[in-house]
C-alpha cells in the first residue's frame, strides 16, 4: 500500500497561491492520488483527482509528474476560509478489496 | 438527497459499555468505510465493506465490530468501550467515476469513553 508523507503545516498570505506536496514512492499502477480538504469539526471533503499530468478544476490544480512519486496541490489566491487540513490520498484499487489510507495532512493557516 | 448520515452525534460511555454507530448512505455507493480521528491527528482506517456483504479490517481494527446491514448500512459496533477509543467517528462511501475512488463522508460521531 502507497503511504504518503505531506509537511505538517504551512502558512501563507491571503491572495498568494499555495502548492503542496505530497510523496507517495510506492504508488502503484493503477492508483489515483486525491486530495481532500477538512475543516473543524467536519468530515473531509474531496477537492480533486488525478492518474498523471495535471488535472485543473474550479477549485485547484493538480500536478503529476512523470514517475508519479509524487504530486502537487495548488491552490491559486488562497482567503481566510481554505484555513484547513489538506489530505493526500493515494488509492489501492484492487478489485474488491478497496482501502485508502489517510496520511497525516498539512495544516494550512491563511493570514491575513 | 442526504449523502451518508451518521447517528448518534454524540456519545458519551462508560468503561465497559458497548454501543453501535450507524451509517447509512442514499448514493447507491457499494463502498463504505469507518475511520476514527484522535485530536490532531489524521484519520485511521478502522474497518471497510467493499461491497454488501463483506467487510475488511483496516489499519486500527482492535475492539471494533462492523455489520454491513445491506447496501445502504454499514454500523460500527464497540463490544466493551474503553478510553483510548474516545475519538470522532467518521463514515464514508465511495463512487468510482471516470477515475478512481472518490469518499463522501458523514458529519461524524463523537465518542467519548469515561
Given at each position: 500500500l502507497a503511504k504518503t508523507t505531506q509537511p505538517i503545516s504551512m502558512d501563507s498570505y491571503e491572495g498568494q497561491e499555495v502548492n503542496i506536496t505530497c510523496?507517495?514512492?510506492n504508488i502503484a499502477t493503477n492508483d489515483y492520488i486525491t486530495w481532500y480538504q477538512q475543516f473543524p469539526s467536519q468530515g473531509p471533503r474531496f477537492i480533486i483527482q488525478g492518474y498523471k499530468?495535471?488535472?485543473t478544476n474550479e477549485v485547484a490544480s493538480l500536478f503529476i509528474p512523470a514517475d508519479r512519486k509524487s504530486s502537487t496541490l495548488s491552490l491559486p489566491r488562497v482567503s481566510l476560509?481554505?484555513?484547513a487540513v489538506y489530505y493526500c490520498l493515494v488509492g489501492a484499487d484492487r478489485s474488491g478489496a478497496n482501502n485508502l489510507f489517510f496520511g497525516t495532512g498539512t495544516r494550512l493557516t491563511v493570514i491575513p | 438527497n442526504a449523502g451518508?448520515?451518521?447517528t448518534p452525534k454524540f456519545q458519551v460511555l462508560k468503561t465497559g459499555q458497548s454501543m453501535t454507530l450507524q451509517c447509512a448512505q442514499d448514493m447507491n455507493h457499494n463502498s463504505m468505510y469507518w475511520y476514527r480521528q484522535d485530536p490532531g491527528m489524521g484519520l485511521r482506517l478502522i474497518y471497510y465493506s467493499a461491497s454488501?456483504?463483506?467487510t475488511d479490517k483496516g489499519e486500527v481494527p482492535n475492539g471494533y465490530?462492523?455489520?454491513r446491514l445491506n447496501k445502504r448500512e454499514f454500523s460500527l459496533r464497540?463490544?466493551?468501550?474503553?478510553?483510548s477509543q474516545t475519538s470522532v467517528y467518521f463514515c464514508a462511501s465511495t463512487v468510482r467515476d471516470r477515475g478512481g475512488e472518490k469518499l463522501?463522508?458523514?458529519s461524524g460521531t463523537q465518542l467519548s469513553v469515561l
Open positions: 510523496s507517495h514512492n499530468t495535471k488535472v476560509s481554505d484555513t | 451518508v448520515t451518521q454488501e456483504g463483506t465490530n462492523v455489520s464497540l463490544e466493551s468501550a474503553a478510553p463522501f463522508f458523514g
